[in-house]
């Protein structure tokens, strides 16, 4: 089993649909938790950030974390054709590396 | 504030040759991490360094190296490469020494044929 486990999709919207992305983990001492999106051709881009569990809003993006389900998310409201793209999760422990998900690839059409 | 820089974009290199890719991080930033990307095997960490020390070491062959200079910037070299080494070479660079707040520059596509 791996650390992290994302759905690759794709999974396609429609233009104004809710996403929601997931990632389930297996190593319960990881505290944080990114989410990171990556469009075709470029480097990933930091998109929020959190320590252990709860919610964080910022703007169209909601993430939250449930440690005792093992499980994170991140929601993005009112989706646009400018949100296609890979989302990647990542969780991390102490000083030790960050653990990335595979990605799920997002397609929003118009 | 300019973003973490890599050069080339883009190489393609003949089978046994070598190759040295480039990342300066983000100005003040003093760790600098480097991942491999590929569509089987996703991220996979390469190497960390914090201060021109190397911090952590992800599950490669000796075959990959890197150092960082006193300015930060940092240096992976590939040698003897081989098919498998075609990735996406990404070097991502953090204001703390915690690691968890990391930004990307745009990676180095590196094509071995």
């Known amino acids: 089993q791996k650390e992290v486990e994302q759905d690759p999709g794709p999974l396609s919207v429609p233009e104004g649909a809710i996403v929601s992305l997931n990632c389930t983990y297996s190593?319960?001492?990881?505290?944080?938790f990114m989410w990171y999106r990556q469009y075709s051709r470029k480097g990933p881009e930091l998109l929020m950030y959190?320590?252990?569990?709860g919610n964080k809003e910022d703007g169209r993006f909601t993430a939250q974390v449930d440690k005792s389900s093992k499980y994170i998310s991140l929601f993005i409201r009112d989706s646009q054709p400018s949100d296609s793209a890979t989302y990647l999760c990542a969780m991390k422990r102490g000083s030790y590396i960050p653990t990335f998900g595979r990605g799920t690839s997002l397609i929003v059409h118009p | 504030k300019a973003g973490v820089t890599q050069t080339p974009r883009y190489l393609i290199k003949t089978r046994g040759q070598q190759v040295t890719l480039s990342c300066s991080p983000i100005s003040g930033h003093r760790s600098v991490s480097w991942y491999q990307q590929t569509p089987g095997q996703g991220l996979q960490f390469l190497f960390e360094?914090?201060?021109?020390?190397?911090?952590n070491k992800g599950n490669f062959p000796g075959r990959f190296s890197g150092r960082q200079f006193s300015n930060s910037r940092s240096e992976m070299n590939v040698s003897t490469l081989e098919l498998g080494d075609s990735a996406l070479y990404l070097c991502?660079?953090?204001?703390?020494?915690?690691?968890?707040?990391?930004?990307f520059g745009p990676g180095t596509r590196l094509t071995v044929t």
């Open positions: 991502a660079s953090s204001p703390r020494d915690s690691v968890y707040e990391q930004y």
């Open positions: 959190t320590y252990s569990s």
């Open positions: 190593n319960s001492a990881f505290q944080y």
């Open positions: 360094y914090f201060s021109e020390t190397q911090r």
